[in-house]
């Protein structure tokens, strides 16, 4: 099997995370060097997770304050900004709350969009040169559709026109790795949200919905709570499956309605099955 990408993405509460599993353990146990890197990875190779950005002035302002906390091991310094991995920092250090919410509030999902959008496609090109060294086989959840609509569609409310062209140079910067899209799908968005809502925290539902409704996706139409979530989500979704058709790559789609364990290993089996196939084809 060549060198292998593989995305996992669909709606909160599809079943993403379970099927991005269950495919890593079907690899490993064919004997595939697999890495698998779901949401919320604080060491993710292709995405930032409680990253914040700081330009260079913050940067040494911020370092001469709390060199004492050792924050250098947590910081990649480039020519004119500093990335510092807070959570990382956090878990090693006790750090005073003003200056945790101090990076927090520079985010990388907390930026202008097009100064997010850059460092996310230098973080998949610095991935992918690194990647093509390897013989790994990844498996990302959601950092290729989810959490590029999270901020563009969502957070910013910007043109469908705009959000094709982002995940269009994601997608040429990806393919030397012959991506594979794996979409969990869902017909009735409303039945498997609400069957997430029941199923995780309370503290996980109700910031998802405050997030949703809050941005101005849902303020510009004045969506609240349950309810206008489920409307953006669907909405979410409308524009997934429009993307999933203009991709330059192969997209498979998974109808996980019944969330059956066993359905779900038998397609995941088939398409280790064809992908090894159509792999042995390409090289003779």
């Known amino acids: 099997m060549t060198k292998r990408l ?25 004997q595939i ?22 330009k260079m002035d913050e940067w040494i302002d911020f370092q001469s304050k709390y060199a004492s906390l050792d924050v250098l091991r947590f910081a990649e310094v480039f020519n004119d900004y500093v990335l510092v991995s807070y959570r990382q920092w956090q878990s090693e250090k006790d750090i005073p709350e003003a200056e945790l919410a101090f990076l927090q509030a520079r985010d990388i999902y907390e930026l202008p969009f097009e100064l997010y959008q850059s460092m996310i496609f230098k973080k998949w090109e610095t991935f992918v040169a690194q990647a093509l060294t390897t013989d790994i086989t990844y498996v990302f959840e959601c950092c290729f559709l989810q959490n590029p609509l999270t901020m563009g569609l969502i957070k910013y409310d910007l043109p469908e026109a705009t959000l094709r062209a982002y995940i269009e140079r994601i997608a040429t910067i990806i393919a030397p790795l012959q991506p594979v899209l794996v979409y969990v799908d869902q017909t009735d968005v409303e039945k498997s949200f609400r069957k997430a809502l029941n199923e995780r925290p309370t503290e996980w539902a109700d910031g998802f919905v405050s997030y949703y409704t809050e941005q101005a996706y849902g303020v510009n139409r004045s969506l609240s709570g349950v ?42 089996k088939q398409l280790i099955q064809s992908t090894v196939r159509s792999t042995s084809l390409s090289e003779s």
């Open 6 to 30: 593989f995305l996992i993405e669909g709606l909160p509460g599809s079943g993403k995370t379970t099927t991005a599993e269950a495919l890593t353990r079907l690899f490993q146990k064919e």
């Open 33 to 54: 060097n697999t890495r698998l890197h779901i949401e919320g990875d604080l060491n993710h190779p292709a995405d930032y997770e409680s990253v914040a950005y700081l």
């Open 227 to 268: 309810e206008g979530t489920i409307t953006i989500l669907q909405a979410r979704q409308e524009l997934e499956r429009q993307l999933l058709e203009m991709l330059p790559f192969r997209v498979e789609r998974f109808g996980n309605e019944d969330f059956s364990v066993e359905a779900r290993q038998l397609w995941l």
